[in-house]
């Protein structure tokens, strides 16, 4: 377990149903009262 600190960053590389992924098996609740999730661009995967 980790934990997230401001100003801190992060890639998100999968979003299922309300959680973030940070990469491998990284998952965090996408809970808008301590996370701010920017979507900026999509991936294309073909």
Given at each position: ?46
């Amino acid at each position: 377990m980790r934990q997230l600190n401001k100003p801190e960053s992060y890639v998100v590389w999968a979003e299922k149903e309300g959680w973030l992924n940070l990469g491998g098996e990284q998952w965090i609740k996408n809970n808008p009262s301590y996370v701010k999730f920017s979507k900026k661009s999509t991936v294309d995967s073909s």
